[in-house]
């Protein structure tokens, strides 16, 4: 039979009115509001529930956002005693996702991921700053025809792959003039499309430096212990269990390539063949069609995919 696995999403899934529903139906989700809010000193419930989009959508409140309505739904889906949950041995996360993978693992604890997650958005918001920057998606072009035309384009500025999310998408990060010339060459190298991502700035880059070194130093103050269950690290799309190497590659991953699609592989590789999207948004369901097209997978972002799963 095979195994299940639970994931989640990272930054861009967030839009206003997630939650909501589970808040307002589910008295286990409403306590996770209730907890974010204290901890953090703000109604992360009234942003989430009613925004604006624009106050949502900065790093600094989407991160922790999104992270309190994950683990809101995946506290509803206790409560409902949600089946499937009982046979998942495995978790990931996208980017933001792998603090929530950690805490749903028990590797660290709800209010401190949320203060980490404050912070890290806080600090790549300032590196944003001083290092302005811009992401790109190149797709239906190989990795590595896209690794080359980063390489090639450096001549330009920094440029770098920085997300591999399926096969034929790969989003690149960097300075601005680095972006514009990869895109060009990617173009011309047959990529269908070369999409500008609606960020603030070059995340998982050389340039998140010093977002890097001030999350090091927030991590090393956090209290991590060994996962209960396998969790996937997004900078080597391999199993980590040990606290320090946790810490290790979160700090690395705001700074580095998140390694998704050959993330989703390993787990197949090991025998999951049942996947449960965890959080607002479908993109992680999309991306797994693409990986492994073969996969099971099940989405719970809003009260009737849970009531009708």
Known sequence: MAKTAI???G????TVGMGKDFHDACPAAARVYREAAETLGWDVAAVCFSGPQAELDRTAVC?????TTSMAILAAMREAGYAPLANVTATAGLSLGEYTALVAAG?????????LVQKRGQYMEEACKQNPGAMMSIIGLEDDAVEAVCAEAREAGVVVPANYNSPGQLVISGSVQGVQRAAE????????RALPLAVSGAFHS???EP??????QALAATAVVSPTMTVIANVSAEPVSDPAQIRQSLARQVKSAVRWSPSMKRLVADGYG???EVGPGKVLSGLMKRIAPEAQVANISSLDALKTA
Do not use: V, Y
């Open 63 to 67: 991160q922790p956002a999104i992270l």
């Open 11 to 14: 930054q861009g899934a967030q």
């Open 7 to 9: 994931l989640f999403p």
């Open 211 to 216: 977002a890097a070194g001030r999350l090091e």
């Open 274 to 276: 049942q996947f449960i």
């Open 206 to 208: 050389p340039l998140m």
């Open 185 to 192: 060459l990617a173009k011309a190298r047959g990529a269908k």
């Open 107 to 115: 590797s660290m604890s709800f209010a401190d991921a949320l203060r």
